[in-house]
């Protein structure tokens, strides 16, 4: 992996710094004591991450929008898909749809695919410029409709306005 | 509770090859399910800590598995 | 027993549900690609009601942020794996299964 030279903004540090004593907070158990160990690991996890992944604008209202959006879809999808696999005749038409992305390619890309694997009944296989090709478990409900609710929010999230396709 | 952990723990012999990971995985999680809650049912909040390190070692097993298992195909278009 | 203690123990119930459906998927569905549907079902929301159930018996906040820590790992990790099998499994050109 190559190192990118990005000019990085103040803000990304801080929100990054401030992620990262969160996670140590967590693991630490909230003991204070651990702070010795635990400010210079944030610092390096800072650094590193600053190298590794260029900056990225996030938006704090489109994330806290996404949460509920994924765990209701979750919720969803997940009796769907758990009553299929308890029911005996297990009634499946599973079936691979091609999807065109209206996302940057980039993070928001990655991080769309991602989330429509974690939705019950979708699973992306592959994503290559910007064509996702999604396995779905049955091909008779309306998966296009749901990939551009997923992509909607998604875009929300990461700041950016969709075009029409 | 446990012993549905335990229970469905054992069902999983079943697939066969390429699934076999699958399999695995779903063990994992499993795991973590399980000692989250011997962490709770038994106060020790170190097993806690345990299941953090599986599902870390989860991720990297299972990406070493899938790229060890399928690397004599192609070249993988890398991505990144 | 108060009412929190009841929701938890549902929503463990519900998460081990989950678990067993995601279990059951694996060995009934017909090939690796809804085999794959199953399992990140069971790791999205068996684990995550789990986590959600023992959450509110969490004796601090930090207890409870490292339940959602674990919870977020597991998924980027299933994330991530269910999407390089998917790939892998498509350019072996392994067949799907139709109806």
């Known amino acids: 992996m190559t190192l990118i030279k990005v000019t990085t903004n ?16 967590v693991l630490a158990d909230g003991v204070t004591s651990s702070w010795w160990i635990g400010v210079p690991a944030v ?10 992944l260029p900056p990225a ?10 949460v509920p959006f994924f765990l209701m879809r979750s919720l969803l999808g997940g009796v769907d898909v758990a009553w ?11 079936d ?41 478990l049955d091909r008779r409900k309306d998966i296009q409709a749901e990939l551009e609710a997923v992509e909607q929010s998604v875009a929300r999230m990461f700041g950016i306005s969709l075009t029409a396709p | 509770m446990l012993n549905l952990g335990v229970g469905m723990w054992r069902i999983l012999r079943g697939p066969t090859a390429a699934d076999r990971m699958l399999a695995a995985q779903l063990f994992g999680t499993t795991a973590v ?29 299972a990406v070493a598995f899938v790229r060890r298992a399928w690397s004599n195909q192609d070249q993988d278009h890398d991505t990144h | 027993m108060t009412p929190i203690d009841y929701l938890s123990a549902a929503l463990l119930i519900a998460g081990g549900i989950f678990f067993l459906a ?7 569905f017909p090939d690796v690609y809804t085999r794959l549907h199953a399992l990140t079902k069971a790791d999205n929301l068996g684990l995550g009601l789990m986590v959600a159930g023992l959450a509110m018996q969490a004796e601090s906040w930090a207890v409870a942020g490292k339940l959602l820590l674990i919870w977020v790992l597991v998924l980027l990790a299933g994330a991530s794996v269910a999407h390089l099998i998917a790939s892998g499994a ?10």
């Open chain 1, 43 to 52: 610092l390096l996890a800072v650094t590193t991450s600053v190298m590794l």
């Open chain 1, 96 to 136: 691979l749809i091609e999807y065109s992305v209206r996302l940057p390619p980039g993070l928001s890309q990655v991080f769309m695919a991602n989330t429509v694997n974690l939705l019950p009944g979708t699973l992306s296989a592959v994503l290559d410029r910007s064509i996702l090709k999604v396995h779905v």
């Open chain 1, 84 to 94: 299929r696999a308890f029911h005996p005749g297990m009634p499946i038409a599973p």
């Open chain 1, 57 to 66: 604008s996030m938006v704090w209202s489109g994330f806290l929008r996404f």
């Open chain 3, 22 to 28: 995601g279990t059951l998927g694996l060995l009934r």
């Open chain 2, 33 to 61: 399910a399980v000692l989250l809650l011997l962490a709770q049912a038994t106060g020790n909040a170190a097993v806690r800590d345990v299941a953090v390190l599986f599902a870390l070692l989860a991720a990297v097993t």
């Open chain 3, 90 to 99: 498509l350019q072996r050109g392994i067949r799907l299964w139709r109806r």
């Open chain 1, 10 to 25: 103040g803000s990304t540090i801080v929100s990054r710094g401030g992620v990262f004593l969160l996670i140590w907070w």
